[in-house]
């Protein structure tokens, strides 16, 4: 079945600055690669997702891309705020499947 | 109110006793899932359901139970909890499956001493 990883499970950067999250995937018919933020004491939330016919997709200061030769994918957050100190999930899935492999998650700390 | 709300949002019972968590969402959705979180293991799949009556296993099934008699309601069960299911447990929905965004509960945390 499919595994999904993510890395980092920390980052810290400072205000501003942008912030990348990496995952891979395992299984090569994967199609279906959506974010998830999770706010303290709080469900996840979808942020952005992509699916396998695009490259890169934008909305304001988020972006994700995706790599389908190396299965891999990424979300670049840019001119970080605080607001954005969260726990961040990747996930993969196809439309051969219901469900979707969430990757272990990373939090991402915003330093003034 | 509209969306997904679970009940109860914090639990403490012992081992061996048996715990139900429910969940219920006023969409309609057809697709509903269940999911613990745990440090160091992200969110992992329990068991999901497509419609009513229908369910189906995911990657950490083992110890729950769980049905759906109604489209908005779907109840998981510990039939004799044990220690290494203390996590916090939150439900999902969504209309459509994979490709389609899930909606997430505000969840349940569950201590079992």
């Known amino acids: 079945g499919e595994n999904v990883e993510q890395h980092p499970s920390t980052l810290s950067v400072q205000e501003g600055d942008s912030a990348v999250i990496k995952c891979t995937y395992s299984?090569?018919?994967?199609?279906?690669f959506p974010w998830y933020k999770q706010e303290l004491g709080k469900g996840p939330q979808l942020i952005i997702d992509?699916?396998?016919?695009?490259g890169e997709k934008k909305d304001q200061r988020i972006a994700v891309t995706l790599n389908k030769t190396a299965k891999h994918f990424s979300l670049h957050i840019t001119e970080t705020q605080p607001e954005d100190s969260a726990v961040y999930f990747c996930?993969?899935?196809?439309?051969?499947?219901?469900?979707?492999?969430f990757g272990k998650g990373t939090r991402l700390h915003i330093l003034p | 109110d509209a969306g997904i709300t679970q009940s109860p949002r914090y639990k403490i019972t012992e081992t061996g006793r048996q715990v139900t968590l429910m969940c219920h969402q006023t969409?309609?959705?057809?697709?509903m899932f269940w999911y613990r979180q745990d440090l160091g293991h992200g969110l992992r799949l329990i068991y999901y359901?497509?419609?009513?009556?229908?369910?189906d296993k995911g990657e950490v099934p083992d110890g729950y139970v769980v049905s759906r008699s109604k489209t908005e309601n779907f109840p998981l069960t510990l039939e004799s909890a044990t220690r290494s299911q203390t996590s916090v447990y939150f439900c999902?929905?969504?209309?459509?499956?994979?490709?389609?965004?899930?909606?997430f509960g505000p969840g349940t945390r569950l201590t079992v001493l």
């Open positions: 999902a929905s969504t209309s459509g499956p994979s490709y389609n965004e899930q909606f």
């Open positions: 299984d090569s018919a994967s199609n279906y």
């Open positions: 992509i699916r396998s016919n695009v």
């Open positions: 996930a993969a899935g196809s439309n051969r499947d219901d469900k979707i492999i």
């Open positions: 969409w309609s959705h057809s697709y």
């Open positions: 359901s497509a419609a009513a009556d229908i369910t």
